[in-house]
């Protein structure tokens, strides 16, 4: 009788070590279906981000254009951004492991700025002043009467470009920041770009490079 108990609970304590091992592999191999769906919940009742919003997450930044349980979807933007032209899939358990930035969550109005160097041979104070102009007529024609329209009481803090001035080993570097919608960002900073820098080569003023980039 005791061999046979003795053995009766040495299958028992087998059956449960192996249905502890099975658990264990299902709870493993479901980890990442769980986070997603988790993530997913987080994304929904927090409203992390919707549809048409554009983001920075895991690494990746790009318009979002689907929601799923276990992924969202993304068409990627590169730094200036532009479309790539790629679609990518990201786990939705990153919204709970990383952070996420979004660009256009409430309103699609961001910062961005234009900036030209110029070498210390230019007469970069004149220029300095030419090119606040050219960027608050354009700002005052172009984006003002939108941002009153969308800011309305919040409007006087936009209401100017916000001018800043850097100085390296090169020359001196002027830029000029400004609200504007996202989705025509860069047409709008192109302009800028070709305005001042027409303006830059009729006035024969030295500049080493020029470009724009985007801030946040």
Same mark, same amino acid.
Not at 48 to 75: C, E, F, P
Not at 179 to 197: A, Q, Y
């Given at each position: 009788?005791?061999?046979?108990? @003795?053995?009766? =609970?040495?299958?028992?304590? @087998?059956?449960?070590?192996?249905?502890?091992?099975?658990?264990?592999?299902?709870?493993?191999?479901?980890?990442?279906?769980?986070?997603?769906?988790?993530?997913?919940?987080?994304?929904? =009742?927090?409203?992390?981000?919707?549809?048409?919003?554009?983001?920075?997450?895991?690494?990746?930044?790009?318009?979002?254009?689907?929601?799923?349980?276990?992924?969202?979807?993304?068409?990627?933007?590169?730094?200036?951004?532009?479309?790539?032209?790629? @679609?990518?899939?990201?786990?939705?358990?990153?919204?709970?492991?990383?952070?996420?930035?979004?660009?256009?969550?409430?309103?699609?109005?961001?910062?961005?700025?234009?900036?030209?160097?110029?070498?210390?041979?230019?007469?970069?104070?004149?220029?300095?002043?030419?090119?606040?102009?050219?960027?608050?007529?354009?700002?005052?024609?172009?984006?003002?009467?939108?941002?009153?329209?969308? =800011?309305?009481?919040?409007?006087?803090?936009?209401?100017?470009?916000?001018?800043?001035?850097?100085?390296?080993? %090169?020359?001196?570097?002027?830029? =000029?920041?400004?609200?504007?919608?996202?989705?025509?960002?860069? %047409?709008?900073?192109?302009?800028?770009?070709?305005?001042?820098?027409?303006?830059?080569?009729?006035?024969?003023?030295?500049?080493?490079?020029?470009?724009?980039?985007?801030?946040?």
């Amino acid at each position: 009788l005791f061999i046979t108990f @003795s053995l009766l =609970f040495k299958q028992v304590g @087998s059956l449960i070590t192996s249905l502890g091992l099975i658990g264990f592999g299902i709870t493993f191999a479901l980890q990442k279906p769980i986070l997603n769906f988790v993530g997913w919940l987080t994304i929904v =009742f927090n409203k992390t981000y919707k549809l048409g919003d554009v983001v920075s997450m895991n690494n990746t930044t790009g318009r979002i254009y689907d929601i799923k349980v276990m992924y969202t979807d993304l068409a990627e933007l590169n730094n200036a951004g532009d479309p790539t032209g790629k @679609s990518i899939s990201i786990p939705n358990e990153f919204v709970l492991t990383s952070s996420v930035t979004n660009f256009t969550k409430g309103t699609d109005y961001i910062w961005d700025e234009v900036a030209i160097y110029l070498t210390y041979q230019s007469n970069w104070k004149k220029a300095q002043k030419i090119a606040e102009k050219i960027v608050q007529d354009y700002y005052n024609k172009n984006i003002k009467k939108e941002l009153k329209k969308k =800011f309305k009481e919040e409007f006087k803090a936009q209401d100017e470009i916000v001018p800043r001035i850097e100085i390296n080993e %090169k020359g001196v570097i002027l830029k =000029f920041r400004y609200l504007v919608d996202f989705n025509i960002s860069n %047409k709008i900073k192109g302009e800028i770009n070709l305005t001042m820098r027409n303006v830059y080569v009729t006035l024969y003023f030295h500049y080493y490079t020029c470009f724009s980039g985007k801030m946040q």
